[in-house]
């Protein structure tokens, strides 16, 4: 692969992303997080059980920035550490009661900024644009292993 074609195909998900949600209205929910910390609750919600390093691999930081934002969240107590049962060397990350019910309106206000920005397309390229996805998580999910 040419490397200019990597650096657009590398490029091209942040890019989708930001014009996705770089407008999502948090004020009205009235939510003190910033991006980085609502990225970290939904990836939490979304996997129950997961470890410090696997949240910070998810979410593209480094272990020392991760841990910043997992130590401000449990400081706001919408994130609890506990001990992995079966590796007690391991540590994973829980919604607390709080944090669920934040993460979920997150989660709810997302959905229906996203619904609104993807009805601006065909369904044609609705439909791409969810193919492409599908294709991305299996190739991702292929070179992992």
Do not use: C
Request: aromatic share 2%; hydrophobic share 40%.
């Amino acid at each position: 692969m040419r490397s200019d074609r990597l650096i657009d195909l590398i490029s091209a998900i942040p890019s989708l992303m930001h014009a996705l949600f770089h407008d999502i209205d948090l004020i009205e929910l009235d939510i003190p997080i910033n991006r980085t910390q609502r990225k970290v609750l939904i990836v939490i919600d979304r996997l129950p059980g997961v470890t410090m390093t696997q949240i910070s691999q998810l979410s593209g930081l480094e272990k020392g920035s991760f841990t910043a934002v997992a130590d401000k969240l449990i400081a706001m107590e919408l994130v609890k550490r506990e001990r992995d049962p079966e590796d007690r060397r391991k540590i994973l990350l829980q919604l607390t009661s709080e944090g669920k019910a934040i993460t979920h309106r997150l989660i709810q206000n997302a959905e229906t900024h996203l619904e609104k920005k993807l009805s601006r397309l065909e369904s044609a390229e609705r439909k791409e644009l969810l193919d492409a996805f599908n294709i991305i998580r299996r190739v991702a999910d292929r070179l992992k292993n």
